[in-house]
């Protein structure tokens, strides 16, 4: 298996320019969930799918925030308009009831 | 609301030998999932273990094993024959089985810093 994969690995972009990050979970899995990492905060769960539903999203920072996931093969996590503190990596990991596997994560820069 | 403290920060071992990260958690469930996952420079999270708070036996993993105290809900990383590929930032982790709301986050500890040295 590939594991979780997320596009792109790396993402430069300017204030207020539209940002999506892309995620294929583990094939099988039926949970997803959107992580944020920084130096300040650590790990940080932004939203939680099951069976493609949306469950948790109360850790989203604010509207301009948004995530989907169409069917069990993708999610997408959308920042719009972007701003720099927005900067840090962002993970996708997928599991099933014993463990969650992460992605590669998507270091994402603002500036 | 349970939470995960990692009290070391920064941990250093000698190559080939032994070193022990700990993790205290606190929760007032009987049943959850414990796990250490390891970050090396590249980011990727990597689990390395994981053990199932009904299990009385500490899970092993070949140079990596945990000693879980239930009644003292600690949680603490063994890893033995240190390499220099082991030096990462270490994260404890916490998973309920509750269902509704976040079941099945991970609320992660602050993480420890272990340095390899040569």
């Known amino acids: 298996d590939a594991g979780v994969i997320q596009s792109p690995r790396h993402e430069v972009t300017e204030m207020g320019q539209e940002v999506t990050l892309r995620c294929k979970p583990i094939?099988?899995?039926?949970?997803l969930f959107w992580y944020r990492q920084t130096m300040m905060r650590g790990l940080e769960l932004l939203i939680y799918f099951n069976n493609n539903v949306p469950i948790d999203d109360s850790g989203m920072p604010e509207d301009r925030f948004s995530a989907k996931m169409p069917n069990a093969s993708f999610s997408t996590l959308k920042i719009q308009p972007s701003e720099p503190r927005d900067s840090a990596v962002y993970f996708c990991?997928?599991?099933?009831?014993?463990?969650?596997?992460f992605g590669p994560g998507t270091r994402l820069l603002v500036l | 609301a349970q939470t995960v403290t990692q009290s070391q920060p920064e941990m250093s071992v000698q190559e080939a030998e032994t070193v022990t990260l700990s993790c205290t958690y606190d929760?007032?469930?009987?049943?959850?999932?414990l796990f250490w996952y390891k970050q090396p420079p590249s980011r990727q999270m990597i689990l390395v273990i994981r053990?199932?708070?009904?299990?009385?036996q500490n899970a092993t993993e070949n140079r990596f094993s945990v000693n879980f105290q239930k009644a003292a809900k600690s949680f603490s990383l063994k890893i033995s024959d240190s390499q220099l590929g082991d030096a990462a930032m270490y994260f404890c982790?916490?998973?309920?089985?509750?269902?509704?709301?976040?079941?099945?986050?991970?609320?992660f500890g602050k993480g420890t810093k272990l340095s390899v040295k040569p």
């Open positions: 094939s099988g899995h039926n949970s």
């Open positions: 929760t007032s469930e009987s049943d959850y999932y």
């Open positions: 053990q199932e708070a009904y299990k009385q």
């Open positions: 982790a916490y998973r309920s089985l509750n269902y509704g709301g976040s079941q099945g986050n991970l609320i």
């Open positions: 990991a997928s599991g099933g009831n014993r463990a969650k596997y």
